[in-house]
């Protein structure tokens, strides 16, 4: 079975700088997409970013990257200039690429920004 | 486009009671997620509908629960002889899948369920 694992419970970053939530994961699949989800205070989960493990290149989204390490299974999230609305669980996810379409989340990381 | 609605936002019921709660996906999604989020904890798989057939159950869907998906459009998720340890927030998520191909989860807002 696939597991995702959060490291990090609490993270806090100042305000317009950079931080990095951890992830990894488990699996025996070689084809699979990995993805983080933000989900804010009392509001709905949405997609930050996705990433197809086929893909050397780690994915961009504006002031969001990851850190794809398919071999050491690791699946970081990069938010540079972190904004007073970036303050949310953000969950790292695993799904297959075939077959089972259900998505395998970690544990979730709180977000802080401090002004 | 709506986006994925969920109803009832929040409901308190008391042990032993049944309750059915309902997703609405957005329009042309064919796939249907039911996931489950305890305090502090990522979301859990639940059940999957791609139209009207339900293709996979997760073993934490114990006999109290059944979910729906008539004529493939909206779900409801009924759990029966509710337990204090089913207090927790129900997720609806909707997806376009085509064959080869699969699209991303849109989420709705949960139901938040408590049982005294």
């Known amino acids: 079975a696939q597991t995702v694992t959060q490291s990090q419970p609490e993270m806090s970053v100042q305000e317009a700088e950079t931080v990095t939530l951890s992830c990894t994961y488990d699996t025996s699949e070689s084809d699979y997409y990995l993805f983080w989800y933000k989900q804010p205070p009392s509001r709905q989960m949405i997609l930050v970013i996705r990433q197809e493990a086929y893909k050397q290149q780690n994915a961009t989204e504006n002031r969001f990257s990851v850190n794809f390490q398919k071999a050491a299974k690791s699946f970081s999230l990069k938010i540079s200039d972190s904004q007073l609305g970036d303050a949310a669980m953000y969950f790292c996810a695993y799904r297959r690429m075939a077959g089972a379409q259900k998505l395998v989340f970690g544990q979730g990381t709180r977000l802080t920004i401090n002004p | 486009d709506t986006g994925v609605s969920q109803d009832p936002r929040h409901k308190i019921t008391k042990r032993g009671q049944n309750v059915t709660f309902r997703c609405d996906p957005i329009?042309?999604?064919?796939?249907l997620y039911w996931y489950r989020q305890t305090l502090g904890q990522g979301p859990e798989f639940l059940t999957y509908?791609?139209?009207?057939?339900?293709?996979?159950k997760s073993r934490l869907l114990s006999d109290r629960f059944s979910a729906e998906r008539p004529k493939g459009s909206f779900s409801t998720l009924e759990i029966q002889r509710t337990e204090q340890g089913d207090s927790a927030m129900y997720l609806c998520?909707?997806?376009?899948?085509?064959?080869?191909?699969?699209?991303?989860?849109?989420f709705g807002p949960g139901t938040r369920l408590t049982v005294t």
């Open positions: 998520a909707s997806s376009l899948g085509l064959a080869g191909e699969s699209y991303e989860q849109y």
């Open positions: 329009s042309e999604h064919n796939r």
């Open positions: 509908f791609q139209n009207e057939a339900q293709l996979e």
